[in-house]
């Protein structure tokens, strides 16, 4: 059974550095892999969507990377902002359903 | 502005009741999605629908019911039967891949 993990859970970096959250899962096995940005009391918004036949997606200051074969994704941020605060959700795409397996999150404090 | 709606926004349900939570899309989406979110977890897929008058259960259905009689209207029922509803209830839609959210309802028990 796919099992997609966010490690770690809480993050606080001052603002201007560059960061890496990480997402791993445990069957290789997916369509995609996609990384969202969640606000508190919020929905959430569609950052980058990896396909599996890919190896990286850039939008902006984000740069995701997806490593199947070991089953690690990382969304780099670079040159971060107090308005970056937010979680961040990775899930993966495991069927032709359009079923997405999510990690629990990592939340990101940008202190100014 | 193309988007979902989710209301209310904050819900409390007593003891032995149902209640319902309404999730509308003008997205033209044929998928709709319904999810659990609770502290330091994933969300849980509820149901989901790809066309109209057609739904799926998820890995969490038990307690809840849906229907899905026009294409942008997709609502929850939480019944007496889901003992512990607490929870942020998110409603997504999608044409493929990404899907787009709705700002959720939380409910909470009276």
């Known amino acids: 059974k796919q099992e997609v993990t966010q490690i770690p859970a809480a993050l606080s970096v001052p603002e201007g550095e560059n960061l890496v959250l990480n997402c791993s899962f445990t069957d290789s096995a997916i369509y995609n892999l996609q990384w969202f940005r969640q606000d508190p009391g919020k929905g959430l918004t569609s950052l980058l969507l990896?396909?599996?036949s890919q190896r990286e997606q850039t939008s902006g200051r984000l740069n995701a990377s997806l490593d199947k074969s070991s089953g690690r994704s990382t969304l780099y941020i670079a040159a971060s902002q107090p308005g970056d605060s937010a979680t961040y959700l990775c899930a993966v795409q495991v069927d032709s359903n359009y079923q997405l397996i999510w990690g629990a999150g990592t939340k990101l404090i940008i202190k100014p | 502005d193309g988007g979902i709606t989710q209301s209310p926004k904050y819900l409390f349900r007593k003891e032995g009741q149902n209640v319902t939570l309404s999730c509308e899309q003008n997205l033209n989406h044929d998928a709709m999605y319904w999810y659990r979110q609770d502290p330091g977890q994933g969300l849980r897929l509820i149901y989901y629908s790809q066309i109209v008058n057609d739904f799926q259960k998820g890995d969490i259905a038990e307690g809840y019911s849906v229907s899905r009689e026009k294409k942008e209207s997709f609502p929850l029922t939480v019944t007496s039967a889901q003992k512990n509803p607490t929870a942020f209830y998110l409603c997504a839609s999608s044409h493929g891949q990404p899907q787009h959210f709705g700002d959720g309802t939380r409910l909470s028990i009276l």
């Open positions: 990896i396909q599996s």
